[in-house]
């Protein structure tokens, strides 16, 4: 059973950072392709980057290339996403999501296992 927690988010002004942070436990987190999420009330998740399970492969939503970098440590089981240049469109619930497969996803549905979510809030 894998477990996902997500660390990291609050309030922020517009053109701020703030970087997300999700730990795993349970199963073999090098195993995994890792992907962040974000999803407003009413509305599907959307994915935001994926990283595959070495790390060799990335993906990123077009509205966040450039500002946003997401990066794993297989060691310490734990996948990051920094962000940059925040601005309100930004503001949203962001979730850490696992898939049993080292193939990057960039579907929710090929996503087994998820976190709780974090709150991020960008002001203008």
């Known amino acids: 059973q894998v477990q996902l927690v997500e660390s990291g988010g609050g309030l922020v002004q517009a053109g701020g950072s703030l970087r997300l942070s999700c730990a795993s436990s349970?199963?073999?987190?090098?195993?995994?392709?890792l992907g962040w999420f974000r999803q407003a009330l009413g509305k599907y998740p959307e994915i935001v980057a994926a990283v595959s399970g070495s790390g060799a492969w990335t993906n990123y939503a077009d509205s966040v290339k450039g500002r946003f970098t997401i990066s794993r440590d297989n060691a310490e089981n734990t996948v990051s996403l920094q962000m940059n240049s925040l601005n309100p469109e930004d503001t949203s619930v962001y979730y850490c999501?696992?898939?049993?497969?080292?193939?990057?996803?960039?579907?929710?549905?090929?996503?087994?296992?998820w976190g709780q979510g974090t709150q991020v809030t960008v002001s203008s």
């Open positions: 349970g199963g073999t987190f090098r195993l995994y392709a």
């Open positions: 999501a696992a898939k049993l497969n080292r193939r990057l996803g960039v579907r929710a549905t090929e996503y087994d296992y």
